[in-house]
């Protein structure tokens, strides 16, 4: 018998290093040991430290990663490192490690995944990349791979799983059974049964716990539910995710134009695409585009160029409303001081009514139905909140240059403006989205407009009539 004292049982200190801190960010020590271990080319220290890591954290870790480390890293776990790692990295890291790999490399890892974890990957390349990788699949993957990327860009079908378990309507339970038990293709997780006739046609589903429930005798199709809530394969993700919200979903079948099974959605890759939708609806209100933290500088500065340049030609056009007046403020210098107060009140109105506004066009909660009601809402609300800031406003006004003229003046003009700021910020969206333009990325930018033109008009004009200044 070995005597304990010549065996270290002890872990090794990189062992030891949490992955994450207790604000759930990376530890900056367990960042460094993997630096460590890849700069020394050291395969059973970094096995030894990543290999077990979920792909969430490892996702994360190839972000922490310098470009350099982050080929070499996969290259240094080989078999070990899992590749729906790249599901959660941002598109531009994945794509420069995929431009990094060679594809046979790729085509290997790529082999050991769910099909909705594939497609993920794959569809951001372009087709010349996509053909070369998918060339070094099995025919029958490669099919399979092909079939979901001919689907649209953020349908259902680019999103689906095309592992599922279906069996015949005269299949009893106990067939079911034995079949799940016997079966090695069977998708690694799954939450309910399909029946199909013979065509692959979707006649109904079976959750696993009637499975269990039910005796081996009976038929499926006795405990079978009729599917009302399978989703077209060409149907649009953020309208499926709507469907699993409102139904309390697990997962859903996916079904072709025939109504044949094709594939399955579950509530994990919709939780993906909520986030994924959140994430796409605040960039565009900032007029980000498809910003990435990870892009580089010339990437980002061309998203958001273009916004930019609409931005300026807006701005240009409520400086002509202002040199319309520029007697006006050579007259009264004051009128200069306070007009930024008139302009930021009503662009900060408007873009608190538009963002309800988007959010209510988004999940479908405004319509034609209650339109009325939520405009006499908004204007009811613009002209509460406009007779508050004007008092106040009004008051400091008069205070501060001793002219109770003044103080009337910009009252009036703030309850104009944000009167127009809950109206352009309601109306400017809905109409963006009946001319079929995304109204996230185009509303800031005329509802601004709309706020600086009559804000500056409004007041300067209020201005020259109240005191008789020229125009």
Not at 370 to 382: D, G, I, Q
Request: proline fraction near 3%.
């Amino acid at each position: 018998m070995s005597n304990a004292a010549e065996l270290d049982m002890s872990p090794s200190p990189e062992l030891q290093i949490p992955v994450r801190d207790d604000d759930e960010r990376l530890n900056p020590d367990f960042i460094a040991a993997v630096e460590t271990a890849i700069a020394a080319e050291d395969k059973s220290g970094l096995s030894a430290i990543a290999a077990d890591l979920h792909e969430a954290d490892t996702g994360d870790l190839l972000e922490a990663l310098s470009p350099d480390d982050r080929a070499a890293f996969i290259r240094l776990l080989g078999e070990d490192f899992d590749y729906t790692a790249l599901t959660e990295t941002d598109e531009a890291v994945r794509l420069q490690l995929l431009e990094d790999l060679p594809n046979d490399v790729i085509a290997e890892g790529l082999g050991d995944l769910d099909s909705d974890d594939a497609v993920y990957i794959l569809e951001d390349l372009d087709e010349d990349d996509q053909a070369a990788i998918l060339e070094e699949l099995p025919y029958a993957d490669r099919a399979q791979l092909k079939k979901a990327l001919d689907y649209p860009e953020d349908s259902a079908g680019r999103r689906m799983q095309s592992e599922f378990i279906a069996v015949a309507p005269f299949w009893t339970v106990g067939q079911t059974i034995d079949y799940m038990r016997e079966a090695r293709d069977l998708p690694d997780d799954f939450y309910e049964i399909y029946v199909v006739d013979p065509s692959f046609k979707l006649l109904g589903s079976v959750h696993l716990d009637k499975i269990l429930r039910t005796k081996r005798r009976e038929k499926v199709t006795s405990i079978m539910a009729e599917r009302l809530d399978a989703v077209q394969a060409t149907e649009d993700q953020e309208e499926v995710a709507r469907r699993f919200e409102r139904y309390n979903l697990v997962s859903s079948a996916v079904v072709d134009e025939n109504d044949r099974l094709v594939g399955v959605l579950t509530v994990d890759d919709i939780v993906d695409v909520i986030q994924e939708e959140a994430e796409e609806d605040l960039r565009a209100l900032a007029g980000l585009g498809d910003e990435e933290i990870s892009d580089n500088v010339m990437t980002i500065a061309r998203s958001r160029l273009t916004w930019l340049v609409v931005n300026l030609g807006t701005a240009v056009l409520a400086s002509v409303v202002i040199a319309l007046f520029e007697e006006t403020i050579e007259a009264m210098v004051a009128l200069a001081v306070l007009m930024p107060i008139v302009a930021s009140m009503g662009g900060n109105a408007g873009t608190q009514t538009m963002t309800v506004a988007v959010r209510g066009i988004a999940t479908q909660e405004l319509s034609a139905r209650n339109l009325m009601r939520v405009l006499n809402r908004e204007v009811l609300v613009s002209c509460l909140n406009g007779l508050a800031l004007a008092v106040l406003i009004g008051v400091t006004a008069w205070l501060w240059f001793s002219s109770l003229g003044l103080g009337v003046v910009i009252g009036s003009a703030i309850v104009i403006n944000m009167l127009f700021a809950g109206l352009s910020g309601l109306l400017i969206p809905i109409a963006l989205d009946r001319l079929n333009i995304d109204p996230a990325i185009a509303s800031s930018v005329f509802v601004t407009t709309v706020t600086d033109v009559v804000g500056f008009f409004a007041f300067l004009g209020i201005a020259a009539l109240w005191f008789g200044l020229p125009f």
